[in-house]
């Protein structure tokens, strides 16, 4: 192993014993690496509300973010075997502590022009850019400059600073998802990951001062976080969802993650909502009894509509987030006789054994579709569920372009069950149901009409618009092949 003279000049200002040396670069390594990736998952979560969570908003962060790196490395490795090296680590970790305590006040607004002036796609790449692009620069130039600036030479400086900063960048993406954000939420996140970069700045020669400017950005940047939830009766992050409440005099709603999409809504008076909700009413009919599975039970909206036509229903809602389901009984009124299974869609559908008359999937919110719940493979699973004489329904949204889901869903749906059909559920909603078994289109008529007097209402509305889907022409989505983030994009805002 080759080793550096401890004093590379005579002015060199780190310490001269070796072991204090390693130390202050090793910390300055591990902390760049710790906040970077905090930051990059922190940057996801605070650009969903406005991109959503798609395969293009997790590739422009994570392009955007090693674009970024690529070009702190290598200004980085211009500096670290020069004078300026120490002053430029200081700086680099400065700026990395202010892009941490800056981006819960600027970053918010910065998204939310991006999302007005592009298109998902573009926006979640200038999004990134603008929120991610300043910490993923300076924060790459601190391993290189380290590795100048250490008592090894060579391969051996490299391959010790960069293990180090990597075993930070380990414990920031753990940290960040396990901890920070469901326990205290994501600007307070932003602050945690300025604390390290921060402390590290003291072991740094001149970085006193540098460091007591960054401690001041931590308050700051945890200041931001006791504005998240204003306009919002509850606003809590977990590790799943952003879970947003709002509530007025008529009626209360459930976000999740995004704010302009509604997962449930509940009239105050119990009267109907006017949106597809309403139409669960009288899916039981189509059946053979009123055993119904709710896949994606949010705030309980499906559940509530066949309880109130069909007492005595027997419901199971699988919901992946606990939090979700607390919201459910305690905002929502979910009622105690419906049962609970807390966990994952598709995987309850592979592994539960229970039969059930009808199916409910409404698991998609538009731009919100995990792809792995609408494909061949996932509609197979739910298949095995349904029991003899039994439907799956489900809601699409698709309102700038009905054939950019409906088309490749029924298709995708026909290549399990024998019969598909769709009805307008209106606001560019459309109410899919595949049968367990052949079914005419006039039987399903006749089920409807037989609906109790309750559910007559959504009986006549599917009833208008009740047809057999299209499928030629649309391709079958597949585990291995799936264009559901692109298709969601063009249902939202158009070719």
Not at 49 to 64: D, E, K, L, R, T
Not at 174 to 191: D, H, L
Not at 413 to 429: I, L, T
Request: proline share 6%; with cysteine.
């Amino acid at each position: 192993m080759s080793v550096r003279s401890p004093t590379l000049s005579g002015s060199d200002p780190f310490p001269t014993r070796p072991s204090l040396r390693s130390f202050a670069l090793a910390a300055a390594a591990f902390s760049a690496g710790w906040s970077l990736m905090m930051m990059e998952i922190l940057g996801g979560r605070l650009m969903a509300p406005h991109f959503g969570y798609s395969v293009y908003q997790w590739g422009a962060v994570i392009g955007v973010v090693m674009t970024f790196m690529a070009a702190g490395y290598w200004t980085g490795g211009q500096l670290g075997d020069g004078p300026k090296a120490v002053p430029a680590l200081r700086a680099a970790l400065l700026a990395g502590v202010a892009a941490a305590a800056l981006t819960p006040w600027l970053g918010k607004p910065m998204l939310a022009d991006a999302a007005g002036r592009f298109n998902a796609v573009e926006g979640s790449v200038v999004g990134a850019a603008l929120i991610l692009g300043l910490p993923s620069f300076a924060l790459a130039m601190v391993s290189p400059i380290c590795a100048g600036l250490s008592s090894l030479t060579g391969a051996a400086a490299a391959g010790r600073i960069y293990a180090v900063g990597t075993l930070g960048s380990i414990g920031g993406t753990f940290f960040a998802s396990f901890y920070a954000i469901p326990e205290v939420g994501v600007s307070a996140g932003y602050a945690l990951a300025a604390v390290l970069p921060a402390l590290a700045c003291l072991f740094i020669p001149g970085g006193k001062r540098v460091a007591a400017a960054a401690a001041l950005a931590v308050p700051l940047a945890w200041a931001a976080g006791h504005g998240e939830g204003q306009g919002f009766a509850l606003y809590r992050e977990t590790p799943h969802n952003t879970i947003m409440v709002q509530e007025d005099a008529e009626q209360i709603r459930l976000h999740l993650n995004v704010a302009w999409a509604t997962q449930s809504r509940l009239r105050k008076d119990g009267g109907p909502t006017g949106l597809y909700y309403d139409l669960f009413a009288a899916v039981p009919a189509l059946g053979n009894g009123t055993r119904v599975l709710v896949l994606g039970l949010a705030g309980g909206a499906a559940a509530k509509e066949i309880l109130d036509s069909w007492p005595g229903a027997d419901i199971l809602g699988v919901e992946l987030d606990p939090a979700v389901v607390e919201v459910a009984r305690e905002r929502f009124g979910l009622r105690p006789e419906v049962r609970v299974a807390v966990e994952d869609a598709r995987r309850h559908v592979e592994r539960s054994p229970e039969l059930h008359d009808v199916v409910i999937v409404d698991l998609y919110s538009t731009a919100l579709i995990p792809f792995f719940t609408a494909t061949r493979e996932f509609f197979a699973a739910v298949e095995r569920r349904v029991a003899p004489g039994g439907v799956l329904v489900m809601n699409v949204a698709s309102p700038m372009d009905r054939d950019a889901l409906v088309g490749p869903l029924a298709a995708t749906q026909g290549a399990v069950f024998p019969s598909v059909y769709v009805a307008d559920a209106g606001r560019g909603n459309y109410l899919m149901i595949a049968t367990k078994e052949a079914r005419t289109l006039e039987d399903l008529s006749v089920r409807l009409r037989s609906a109790p007097a309750g559910a007559m209402y959504a009986a006549a509305r599917i009833l208008e618009t009740l047809a057999p889907a299209e499928l030629a022409g649309h391709p079958v989505l597949t585990d291995d092949r799936s264009d559901i983030d692109q298709r969601s994009l063009t249902a939202l805002y158009g070719r």
